[in-house]
């Protein structure tokens, strides 16, 4: 199953923040954060592992509840460069479960 | 070190006719996965290779395959070609090939079918 992401798109000015979230209906045991700008390959942002942990990156951080099978990605004091898509990728439960499935995509537009 | 590489990076093929989509991962990733990503959707999961052996497939027909050499290089390959083929290809490798682990993507080959 798909994760789903929300919202959609957003437009937000310089220094402002933004929260993404990822919700999936079967039990998580990692999600991936990407970001991907127009025409480009997806980049690396941060894996989450199951624990409920929280991680850090920069001015870009995550959270990931399990129990709720939810991730947010939080972005604090938005920069240009912040701008793209945003996805989230998890992985189902079970043995040999090796592949991720990615959400629709978060746009994020950051304006002067 | 070089990244994840990909060729060629643009392509344009007519319906029916065949594509090989080339890989090459990170220096010393032993698993390669294969996405195929279309305008506005995330990357959808075509294949897991591991140690040259597939670990996994996505809901995908049959016209869809792949293999991984000795070198831990992979091809796609795509059969009889659709329009709905078109769509950016994406190579990802990782360690172990394990869902725990990060997977680097490549630049993509972008298909365009006629």
């Known amino acids: 199953q798909q994760p789903v992401q929300s919202p959609q798109a957003v437009i937000l000015r310089e220094g402002e923040d933004a929260v993404i979230n990822c919700s999936s209906s079967?039990?998580?045991?990692?999600v991936h954060w990407y970001r991907q700008k127009h025409g480009e390959a997806p980049v690396f942002l941060m894996i989450?592992?199951?624990?409920?942990e929280q991680k850090g990156h920069d001015k870009i951080s995550a959270s990931f509840n399990e129990k709720k099978q939810q991730s947010s990605l939080y972005l604090t004091a938005s920069q240009l460069s912040y701008s793209g898509t945003y996805f989230c990728?998890?992985?189902?439960?079970?043995?040999?479960?090796?592949?991720?499935?990615f959400g629709k995509g978060t746009k994020l537009s950051v304006i002067p | 070190d070089a990244g994840v590489t990909q060729s060629p990076t643009h392509l344009i093929k007519t319906r029916g006719q065949q594509v090989t989509l080339r890989c090459s991962p990170i220096?010393?990733?032993?698993?390669v996965s294969w996405y195929q990503q279309v305008l506005g959707q995330g990357p959808q999961f075509i294949f897991q290779?591991?140690?040259?052996?597939?670990?996994g497939r996505g809901n995908f027909p049959d016209r869809f395959s792949a293999r991984q050499f000795p070198n831990y290089s992979s091809e796609l390959n795509v059969n009889a070609l659709l329009l709905g083929d078109s769509a950016l290809y994406l190579c990802?490798?990782?360690?172990?090939?394990?869902?725990?682990?990060?997977?680097?993507f490549g630049p993509g080959t972008r298909l365009l079918v006629l």
């Open positions: 990802a490798s990782s360690l172990f090939g394990s869902v725990q682990e990060t997977q680097y």
């Open positions: 079967k039990a998580l045991y990692s």
């Open positions: 989450l592992l199951k624990g409920g």
């Open positions: 990728g998890t992985e189902g439960s079970g043995a040999g479960s090796y592949q991720l499935t």
């Open positions: 220096s010393g990733h032993k698993s």
């Open positions: 290779y591991y140690e040259k052996e597939e670990r």
